[in-house]
């Protein structure tokens, strides 16, 4: 979980898809983060020592009442305990499948990469809930055109977060490959190459200002499956 924590930027700037805000533009690529940022416990986890961290801390909200279940925790990324793995909750709501298809393949081969590092006993790195909430924003702002902290390398200057993007892609395309997932995988540059689903309505918006031809665009990506 702590190792997909730098994701949480990227993640939401590939899935980003809720511009309007009824029907309005917002100035956000993603106006659902927003709204869903009033929820409690939303939004990147804490850190946690461990998984029994995690429970210990899990345990006392139930058992107070304070949530039924573990369920009731609505992270961008949780421990899904029942099925041993890990529930990434951060994106948006993609109106193509193809692209769902893709960013789901992003993530499985991400944690496959993740799982086989811990196993070696490689040090997975770990960056401050306020640095990857800030990329978060950043993307959730801008989408594939933010500017973001590049976390791993500790540079000083921001850069695009789609060559963030675009290196994770050559990092993970061996493991991708192993799952039987690479021409899924392919579809991430797909996304980079044609926009997200709110650059796609931003520009149906911006030529006639009429939220029904937005709404007709999402209906029509969402019938066309490919």
Known sequence: MGGLLPQLGPLL??????????????????????????FPRSGPPPRFRDYEDF??????????????????????????????TIEVRIC??????EDAVAIAAYCQAIVKQLCERYDLGEE???????LTSENKWLAARYGLEAPVMDLATGRRNRVPISQLIR?????????????????????????????????????IWNANRDIVEVVREIATAAEDLP
């Open 13 to 38: 700037a590939l899935s980003a898809s809720s511009p309007f805000w009824r029907g309005e533009p917002t100035g956000l690529a993603s106006s659902r983060q927003a709204v869903f940022a009033a």
């Open 55 to 84: 429970a210990e801390v899990v345990h006392q909200l139930e058992r107070t009442g304070c949530i039924a279940d573990y369920t009731h925790i609505w992270w961008d990324v949780r421990p899904h305990p029942r099925f041993g």
């Open 92 to 97: 948006d709501a993609v109106t193509r499948v």
């Open 124 to 130: 997975i790195p770990s960056f401050h809930r306020i």
């Open 167 to 203: 290196r994770t892609l050559r990092e993970i395309e061996p493991h991708a490959r192993e799952l039987g997932s690479e021409s899924e995988l392919e579809g991430i540059r797909a996304i980079l190459d044609r926009g997200n689903s709110a650059e796609r309505q931003l520009r």
